[in-house]
């Protein structure tokens, strides 16, 4: 589980304390994804539905988010809650292409929440922004990317471990989604295209020598000033 969409689970979870909030995760990709799903039961979500089909595969973030919206919108609920990006790509795309899907509010890069109003249904959000924060309010339904740092995720328990083996995922595929066209998923739906992929570039050898050891420290002195690591 991305380290951001920890903290958004850890945020949804404390809705759950607070209010009795219903909580439900979704995630897309293949059956292997169960894990992460599993281990969101065991910290205590009420609901896991895996998107998985194999004409799914190959989508970008465009692709991915219509997947994830057209799903979303056979579900009820009062607040969507993403990290702002994954580890592998980091594009924090998804969640504000979901928001747009749906035609929801979003705040982005949310630090701390400020408030929720759940008579009044709206959400009082710090937005980090540079050196500073923005302040924003927004009127729920809406969606807000979350942060790492917004919380400190608590831990799986025993007991939720154990119930997470025997839990339920919804497994959603093509057929399920009737409001996603074919134009619009997978390798089909994603106009991002990867021109030319290399391997990462290896770092040389390096500069082998053999010195005494007051030449040794002479020397690294002397390659240390020369990179401006420290001052003689």
């Known amino acids: 589980m991305n380290p951001d969409d920890k903290g958004g689970l850890e945020f949804a979870l404390q809705l759950k304390d607070q209010y009795g909030a219903h909580v ?17 039961y065991a910290m205590g979500v009420d609901r896991a539905i895996l998107l998985s089909d194999r004409k799914f595969g190959g ?23 993403t990290g702002r990006q994954a580890i592998d ?35 009082v959000v710090e937005r980090q922004y540079d050196d500073r924060y923005h302040v924003v309010k ?11 740092e917004i919380n400190d995720p608590r831990y799986m328990t025993p007991g939720g471990i154990f119930d997470a083996c025997e839990a339920e995922i919804t497994t959603m595929g093509r ?5 996603l066209e074919d134009g619009n998923m997978g390798l089909a739906g994603s106009p991002t295209k990867i021109a030319k992929a290399s391997d990462k570039v290896r770092k040389g050898a390096g500069e ?25």
């Open 24 to 40: 439900t995760v979704i995630t897309m990709g293949p059956p292997q994804a169960e894990a992460i799903l599993r281990e969101a």
């Open 59 to 81: 989508a970008d973030t465009l692709a991915t988010s219509n997947t994830i919206a057209a799903a979303l919108r056979s579900l009820e609920f009062d607040l969507l809650i």
């Open 175 to 179: 057929a399920e989604l009737k409001t």
């Open 138 to 148: 927004a009127q729920m339904p809406c969606l807000i990317t979350c942060l790492a």
């Open 89 to 123: 790509g980091d594009t924090a795309q998804v969640g504000p292409q979901i928001s747009e899907h749906l035609g929801l509010p979003v705040i982005s890069y949310a630090q701390k929440i400020r408030e929720v109003n759940e008579a009044e249904k709206y959400i």
């Open 208 to 232: 082998k020598i053999t010195l005494d050891t007051e030449e040794a420290v002479s020397y690294l002195l002397g390659k240390m000033t020369e990179k401006h690591v420290c001052g003689l």
